[in-house]
């Protein structure tokens, strides 16, 4: 990515994205250094606090992985997710923010090329829309 | 010994939180005879300028209620700081915003355009917008700036202590009155009511079903509600989950759900984040395995405004505190 300044602020559940993104590193697979990765043991663990806080504190996109439904190890964490999310960004849009900077996906552990893939997608939709720039107040 | 002066102050607020203080019907003798009310706008005719002649800290206390959004509101507050011992934020517009701050998802030209040129009660055939220099003859004329952002109290002055409610209740009121003329205060920065949820005290709860799935969504106007079930067991979003008890359940009792005017609790740093996380985990909870995505954008497109529902009372204490512009 060229413009290293844009912060990716992912949270990554410890049971399978973690494991994932830990995979992707041992197959040396590269994704850009803008992701930044908060281990959280649930996707469900992602209040919509810390989404707006990333935002706050100059995140211009955060990613959001769980295990695929029916895969939660806590057994219903990401269909929790899923509705929150989705409403988090329904509501982000009332404040401006375009709803693609923020992106809830499943990684399982062994999907290493998908957590890849999946970080470098989010990298380049980021870097279409440019730094997130809040007005001051 | 000379009685405690205290001070009356308003901002950006519709006057209701003026009409709290007189709701304390016999209780305002009390508080009358207690103190001595050296500045209230809305009652009795001291100008600026004599508060302008007291000391630093002479005011015991300045009440204030009314969020921020004039150049003469930031003034008038800044002087009311220094002229006082302490400072209340009174009501939900100077603690969180309260309803003036749905301002700040516009600004203040697109709030002038409407206001002034498109609402159909208005005639303004010049498209004449508010100035704030207008010459007229040889005089000139001159209204306070009005601010893009809407800001709560303590964004503008230190706040020494919080009563929330839109209006306040007379009962938090006179608590408040009483711990102050008592010097009983807690923290400095403390919310003078309860800090337990609304569903804490709500007089539905004991009739409320241990778990609380939300089928679907429905507006108040679309039923009328049981008014003895739980709003969110019949679809109704009911912010009770994300906010402070301590109104005396008033909208509950009246059969409508909990709008946030109290705001939230202690921890919680985003009221509208902490409510629309609580409404989203019970909405469709039920078949939650079965529900794809489009089932659930279907379910969670019901509500109409997000952001203007989540954050009706907190958006200028909010974490973004204005949408973009």
């Known amino acids: 990515m060229k413009d290293d300044k844009l912060t990716i602020v992912s949270f990554l559940c410890n049971w399978c994205s973690y494991e994932g993104a830990d995979k992707a590193g041992n197959a040396r697979l590269n994704y850009p250094a803008n992701v930044r990765v908060v281990r959280v043991m649930c996707s469900g663990r992602v209040d919509p606090e810390f989404v707006i806080q990333a935002f706050k504190e100059g995140a211009s996109g955060v990613l959001i992985l769980g295990c695929h439904p029916g895969d939660c190890h806590y057994k219903k964490g990401n269909y929790k997710t899923l509705r929150r999310i989705y409403l988090l960004k329904r509501t982000l849009e009332g404040f401006g923010i375009e709803p693609e900077r923020v992106r809830l996906d499943w990684v399982a552990a062994g999907e290493g090329e998908r957590f890849a893939k999946v970080a470098n997608e989010m990298v380049k939709t980021i870097e279409k829309l440019g730094p997130l720039e809040l007005s001051e107040v | ?325």
């Open chain 2, 1 to 325: 010994m000379a009685k405690p002066k205290v001070a009356f102050y308003w901002c950006a607020s519709c006057g209701g939180c003026e009409e709290a203080v007189v709701d304390l019907a016999e209780d305002i003798l009390k508080v009358v005879e207690a103190v001595d009310i050296v500045f209230w706008p809305v009652a009795m005719d001291f100008k600026k300028k004599d508060v302008e002649a007291m000391k630093d800290g002479e005011i015991a206390v300045s009440f204030i209620n009314g969020a921020v959004r004039t150049e003469e509101q930031e003034e008038m507050v800044k002087l009311l700081r220094r002229k006082s011992g302490l400072v209340i934020a009174f009501g939900s517009c100077a603690h969180l915003g309260g309803i003036p701050g749905l301002a700040n998802f516009w600004n203040r030209d697109t709030i002038f355009e409407r206001v002034y040129k498109e609402v159909p009660s208005i005639a303004n055939p010049k498209g004449v917008l508010p100035k704030t220099k207008t010459k007229v003859g040889d005089m000139e004329l001159t209204l306070p700036e009005f601010w893009d952002t809407v800001r709560t109290l303590d964004q503008v002055i230190d706040v020494d202590y919080y009563i929330p409610g839109c209006a306040p209740p007379p009962d938090i009121i006179m608590n408040a009155v009483s711990a102050i003329l008592e010097g009983k205060l807690p923290e400095k920065g403390s919310v003078l009511a309860p800090d337990k949820s609304l569903c804490d005290t709500c007089p539905r709860s004991e009739k409320k079903p241990e778990k609380i799935s939300m089928k679907e969504i429905k507006r108040p106007y679309e039923i009328i509600p049981d008014s003895e079930k739980c709003f969110l067991e019949e679809g109704i979003i009911c912010l009770g989950p994300a906010t402070r008890s301590g109104c005396g359940e008033k909208c509950i009792n009246a059969n409508m759900p909990c709008r946030g005017c109290f705001g939230p609790t202690k921890e919680v740093i985003d009221h509208g984040a902490k409510g629309l996380s609580a409404i989203a985990s019970i909405l469709g909870i039920e078949d939650e395995e079965k529900l794809s995505e489009e089932d659930v954008q279907k379910l969670v497109d019901k509500i109409v405004d997000p952001a203007g529902l989540f954050y009706m009372y907190s958006l200028p204490s909010s974490l973004l505190r204005r949408k973009k512009i």
